[in-house]
């Protein structure tokens, strides 16, 4: 049995760095629209960047919509048909988003088929294969590890857009971002998982789907899972969009307002590098300490940080601590969450149950990023959206308190 665990063990490493690929090609290419907001609605919409926002809220919207679907693809199909699809969409999205000139092209491109294509290409489905096949003593070591390597796109992305729209109009940048997806045709292979891999996981509460789906809506500690990941997607979303433009407009400098931009998408590409190690840090914190309170100290300090920085001047050393800090605090919450869903339900339904956790966090997003951009276009500012984001911190701080980690009564009493 040890040499059979051992083996197991070796044979997570291309799952893992495949996984973690792919997240970080998902998540790095989105990242990037923050610096097109501004450019894009310049050129197509005479400077108005509702329309796009609206285009961006719609791909939180449809990527948070499409998870449980594409969740229940990976759990019935099989995982990599599930990614192929995504990874369809997502190319077919890019493109059309760097070719159109409409509001409706827009919201088609960059809005629903990039939201389905991040949908099967992010955590919903890779972090299930990755549940999966880990053995269960060491679920949350793999979870923690492929999302830290998936934060790695998010540092290099944001970089890169940032030194190509020096060279670049907005639309071949898009074209040369969109290229990036493609080492994804090389990762999806190596998502296998071995049949006999659920014998090693230790976990009684493999019941069957639906016996999990419906007990999950009927559990209060998954509702508040779901209810807490909302905000996350919701202070993840609005500072990924609006950041560059935030700063553009209300950073104390002398830089240009291209240079400006540069400086947010930078800041951003600080937070993705932050994370990982913040991601490692809560995951081995969620070893450590109970996984709810952990989630409770990271959305309290989200909140905090946002107090301070909104307290102040931004310059160009303030807008770089707080991205450093809260991106410490960024995808943090992931491998947190997601744990305690194989907790609460077993690895067998984890595509179609963090697909709902997810949808949550994606209607987070929505708001996040479509509230942001009415409010510039309407007041010139982002402080009402500033002070959601901390009331909504401390809210999901607390409900995360109430949080219980262990196999929900349901699925126990379906399995005794």
Same mark, same amino acid.
């Given at each position: 049995?040890?040499?059979?665990? %051992?083996?197991?063990?070796? =044979? #997570?490493?291309?799952?893992?760095? &495949?996984? @973690? !690929?792919? *997240? /970080?090609?998902?998540?790095?290419?989105?990242?990037?629209?923050?610096?097109?907001?501004?450019?894009?609605?310049?050129?197509?919409?005479?400077?108005?960047?509702?329309?796009?926002?609206?285009?961006?809220?719609?791909?939180?919207?449809?990527?948070?919509?499409?998870?449980?679907?594409?969740?229940?693809?990976?759990?019935?199909?099989?995982?990599?048909?599930?990614?192929?699809?995504?990874?369809?969409?997502?190319?077919?999205?890019?493109?059309?988003?760097?070719?159109?000139?409409?509001?409706?092209?827009?919201?088609?491109? %960059?809005?629903?088929?990039? =939201? #389905?294509?991040?949908?099967?290409? &992010?955590? @919903? !489905?890779? *972090? /299930?294969?990755?549940?999966?096949?880990?053995?269960?003593?060491?679920?949350?070591?793999?979870?923690?590890?492929?999302?830290?390597?998936?934060?790695?796109?998010q540092v290099v992305m944001p970089l890169l857009a940032s030194w190509l729209t020096e060279w670049l109009d907005w639309?071949?940048?898009?074209?040369?971002?969109?290229?990036?997806?493609?080492?994804?045709?090389?990762?999806?292979?190596?998502?296998?998982?071995?049949?006999?891999?659920?014998?090693?996981?230790?976990?009684?509460?493999?019941?069957?789907?639906?016996?999990?789906?419906?007990?999950?809506?009927?559990?209060?500690?998954?509702?508040?899972?779901?209810? @807490?990941?909302?905000?996350?997607?919701?202070?993840?979303?609005?500072?990924?969009?609006?950041?560059?433009?935030?700063?553009?407009?209300?950073?104390?400098?002398?830089?240009?307002?291209?240079?400006?931009?540069?400086?947010?998408?930078?800041?951003?590409?600080?937070?993705?590098?932050?994370?990982?190690?913040?991601?490692?840090?809560?995951?081995?914190?969620?070893?450590l300490f109970p996984k709810p309170y952990v989630l409770a100290s990271i959305y309290a300090l989200r909140a905090v940080?946002?107090?301070?920085?909104?307290?102040?001047?931004?310059?160009?050393?303030?807008?770089?601590?707080?991205?450093?800090?809260?991106?410490?605090?960024?995808?943090?919450?992931?491998?947190?969450?997601?744990?305690?869903?194989?907790?609460?339900?077993?690895?067998?339904?984890?595509?179609?149950?963090?697909?709902?956790?997810?949808?949550?966090?994606?209607?987070?997003?929505?708001?996040?990023?479509?509230?942001?951009?009415?409010?510039?276009?309407?007041?010139?500012?982002?402080?009402?959206?500033?002070?959601?984001?901390?009331?909504?911190?401390?809210?999901?701080?607390i409900a995360h308190l109430f949080v219980i980690e262990k196999p929900a009564p349901e699925v126990l009493e379906k399995?005794?």
């Amino acid at each position: 049995m040890e040499q059979q665990k %051992a083996a197991f063990d070796r =044979g #997570m490493m291309p799952i893992v760095m &495949a996984g @973690g !690929i792919i *997240l /970080a090609l998902a998540f790095g290419v989105r990242s990037i629209f923050g610096g097109v907001v501004e450019p894009l609605s310049e050129s197509l919409f005479d400077g108005r960047i509702e329309i796009f926002s609206i285009s961006i809220a719609i791909q939180n919207l449809v990527w948070g919509i499409a998870q449980p679907a594409f969740g229940a693809i990976a759990d019935k199909f099989g995982d990599r048909r599930a990614l192929w699809i995504g990874f369809v969409c997502y190319v077919l999205g890019m493109l059309i988003c760097a070719s159109g000139s409409t509001p409706f092209a827009q919201h088609l491109g %960059a809005g629903v088929l990039v =939201g #389905m294509g991040v949908s099967g290409t &992010a955590f @919903g !489905i890779v *972090l /299930a294969v990755v549940g999966r096949a880990s053995p269960e003593n060491k679920r949350n070591h793999y979870l923690g590890i492929t999302s830290a390597i998936g934060s790695v796109g998010q540092v290099v992305m944001p970089l890169l857009a940032s030194w190509l729209t020096e060279w670049l109009d907005w639309r071949l940048m898009l074209v040369v971002i969109t290229a990036a997806l493609l080492p994804m045709l090389v990762c999806i292979p190596q998502l296998r998982v071995a049949s006999n891999s659920h014998l090693l996981s230790g976990n009684s509460a493999e019941v069957p789907v639906s016996i999990a789906v419906k007990s999950a809506f009927g559990h209060n500690s998954y509702l508040l899972l779901n209810m @807490g990941f909302f905000v996350c997607g919701f202070h993840l979303a609005f500072i990924t969009a609006h950041l560059p433009n935030y700063v553009q407009y209300f950073c104390v400098s002398s830089a240009t307002a291209d240079e400006l931009r540069a400086l947010g998408l930078q800041a951003l590409a600080l937070a993705g590098f932050a994370n990982i190690f913040g991601t490692l840090i809560a995951t081995r914190l969620g070893s450590l300490f109970p996984k709810p309170y952990v989630l409770a100290s990271i959305y309290a300090l989200r909140a905090v940080v946002i107090v301070i920085f909104i307290s102040q001047p931004v310059t160009p050393t303030s807008l770089m601590i707080f991205a450093l800090i809260m991106g410490v605090l960024w995808l943090s919450t992931v491998p947190l969450t997601s744990a305690l869903v194989l907790t609460m339900f077993g690895s067998r339904s984890m595509g179609t149950l963090f697909g709902f956790v997810f949808l949550s966090h994606q209607l987070g997003s929505f708001f996040g990023v479509w509230l942001g951009g009415a409010s510039f276009d309407r007041y010139a500012s982002y402080d009402q959206v500033w002070y959601l984001s901390i009331f909504l911190g401390l809210i999901s701080a607390i409900a995360h308190l109430f949080v219980i980690e262990k196999p929900a009564p349901e699925v126990l009493e379906k399995t005794a």
